[in-house]
Nanobody, 123 residues
């Protein structure tokens, strides 16, 4: 299995940017597709973006709308989520996740999860 640790969250003003990172350890990270999800208080977990095992395909959730970019560096066993033009409604705990096979918007299909990193966007 693979262990995932997110970092890079914090407090930012609306319109600002953050770059989240997901460090992987354990089994070979390049064996897995990776996804980012988020969950705000009182809301269901929401798909943000996903990327194939080799980075050649990306999948964006409705929330992205051209503002976020997912990427990965298998040599460094890490993934990233660049978030620009942040809005207060982007405030949530952001999780990275890994799964076998193709990237997916379904959180139930992901086998491995990080502990999450808090992103707070002030107005």
């Amino acid at each position: 299995q693979v262990q995932l640790v997110e970092s890079g969250g914090g407090l930012v003003q609306a319109g600002g940017s953050l770059r989240l990172s997901c460090a992987a350890s354990g089994r070979t990270f390049s064996s897995y597709a990776m996804g980012w999800f988020r969950q705000a208080p009182g809301k269901e977990r929401e798909f943000v973006a996903a990327i194939s095992w080799n980075g050649d395909r990306t999948y964006n959730g409705d929330v992205v709308k051209g503002r976020f970019t997912i990427s990965r560096d298998n040599a460094k066993e890490a993934g990233n989520l660049q978030m620009n033009s942040l809005k207060p409604e982007d405030t949530a705990v952001y999780y990275c996740a890994a799964k076998y096979g193709s990237g997916s918007s379904s959180y139930a299909s992901y086998s491995f999860w990080g502990q999450g990193t808090q992103v707070t966007v002030s107005s």
